[in-house]
Nanobody
Framework: QVQLVESGGGLVQAGDSLRLSCAAS????????VGWFRQAPGKAREFVAT????????YYGDSVKGRFTISRDNAKNTVYLQMNSLKPEDTAVYYC?????????????????????WGQGTQVSVSS
């Protein structure tokens, strides 16, 4: 079983950048596909990005494509989410999650139910 801890959130202005970290313990992060999700107040959880266990294939939500980059550092047992050109609508609690299963379709990786382990979240607030 893996434990996940997010960090790196904060309050920034529109156009700024942040890098979120998802530090894993208990198991190596390379054993999992790891995704980032976010949830704003009063809104449903939204898929942000994921990096697959195999070949490190990445997927992104439409609202963050071209601005966010997910990456993994196996030596540090950490997954990162680099967020550039932040917008007020990016304001949310960001969660990382790990999936132990391997799926055949991209669509499955976009669903929160596909992930087995979750962190506690980190707040990102973007002012206009």
């Amino acid at each position: 079983q893996v434990q996940l801890v997010e960090s790196g959130g904060g309050l920034v202005q529109a156009g700024d950048s942040l890098r979120l970290s998802c530090a894993a313990s208990g198991r190596t992060v390379s054993s999992y596909s790891v995704g980032w999700f976010r949830q704003a107040p009063g809104k449903a959880r939204e898929f942000v990005a994921t990096i697959r266990r195999i070949y490190s294939t990445t997927y992104y939500g439409d609202s963050v494509k071209g601005r966010f980059t997910i990456s993994r550092d196996n030596a540090k047992n950490t997954v990162y989410l680099q967020m550039n050109s932040l917008k007020p609508e990016d304001t949310a609690v960001y969660y990382c999650a790990a999936a132990s299963r391997t799926f055949g379709s991209e669509t499955t990786y976009l669903q929160g139910a596909s992930y087995d382990y979750w962190g506690q979240g980190t707040q990102v607030s973007v002012s206009s």
